[in-house]
């Protein structure tokens, strides 16, 4: 039910200057939600090739969504990060 937030977390992201020289990959994971998450997520992804849309038939809860997305990201590092940034994403260079 994160859906207004989204956009906010992909261009907040994006436009990130300290993570510009870097490759990217957002895993964004609809946790069974029923509003326009999932449809939010894949237009997303259909603009940006590094975006991987993940959608689960139902709620399964913050750690089944957590080791889904290690299953699908394909980077060197993964920075797990709530869309709706209550961690500022600027500590990210500092892990």
Avoid: M
């Amino acid at each position: 039910n994160e859906e207004a937030t989204i956009p906010i977390f992909y261009k907040t992201v994006r436009e990130f200057e300290e993570l510009k020289p870097y490759e990217v990959e957002i895993v964004f994971i609809n946790d069974g939600s029923k509003d326009a998450t999932e449809s939010i997520i894949n237009k997303i992804a259909a603009s940006d090739p590094l975006v991987i849309p993940l959608s689960f038939t139902r709620n399964f809860g913050k750690e089944p969504a957590l080791f889904a997305g290690l299953d699908h990201a394909t980077g060197d590092a993964v920075i797990p990060i709530d869309v709706d940034l209550q961690d500022p994403i600027e500590v990210i260079p500092h892990l």
